[in-house]
């Protein structure tokens, strides 16, 4: 049902990749991630973070916006983990910042809940990974709007470590 793939962007290079759920609607349009009203968050937040979107690879854990934004099924998930996989290999980042449960379930711990691993950044084959909570999320639920603004500035003191960033 997608008009458009949005297989994700950024430089080849980047040592730090974003990566979310799946295409929304303006993403669906556009065929390029992050682009609706949690694009224009998340650009926001990044620059908490000191960083700028043109620095960071973005893509989602799949590639097709689900009917009706609904969350992406584990057969589609799996459809599209050879991509993602692919993405990772080649960009071959420090840091992979997950963007929500799922992307978090997916490449993390399919186990962890994102209430009590947000923000806490974990590393596994050699890529530090730091589960943040979804930008959309923030946008229906206030509550998250501080806990993901504070996770931002976190992530800005492990980037420096990690990266030796300022
Ligand atoms: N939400 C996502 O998870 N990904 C996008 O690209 C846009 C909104």
């Known amino acids: 049902g997608r008009t458009r793939a949005v297989p994700g962007e950024g430089p080849l290079d980047a040592r730090i990749m ?4 799946g295409p929304g609607f303006q993403e669906d349009q556009q065929g390029r991630p992050f ?3 949690a ?7 990044l620059g908490l973070a000191g960083l700028s979107r043109e ?8 590639k097709c916006r689900p009917p009706n934004n609904r969350e992406p099924l584990p057969e589609e998930v799996a459809q599209c ?3 993602l996989n692919g993405q990772i290999a080649l960009v071959n980042p420090k840091v992979i ?6 992307a978090m379930h997916t490449l993390v711990d399919p186990t962890a809940s994102i209430t ?3 923000g806490k950044p974990r590393k596994v084959d050699g890529i530090l990974y730091v589960p943040l909570y979804h930008p959309a999320a923030a946008l229906h639920r206030q509550d998250l709007r501080p806990q993901l603004e504070a996770d931002m500035l976190k992530l800005k003191a492990i980037l420096e470590q990690a990266l030796g960033q300022a």
């Open 18 to 21: 974003l990566i979310g759920e």
């Open 55 to 62: 620095q960071v690879f973005i893509t989602n854990i799949v």
């Open 116 to 118: 009590r691993e947000h």
């Open 39 to 45: 694009g224009e968050l998340l650009n926001r937040l």
């Open 81 to 83: 983990r050879d991509f």
């Open 97 to 102: 910042c997950t963007l929500g449960r799922p």
């Open 35 to 37: 682009v609706g009203p």
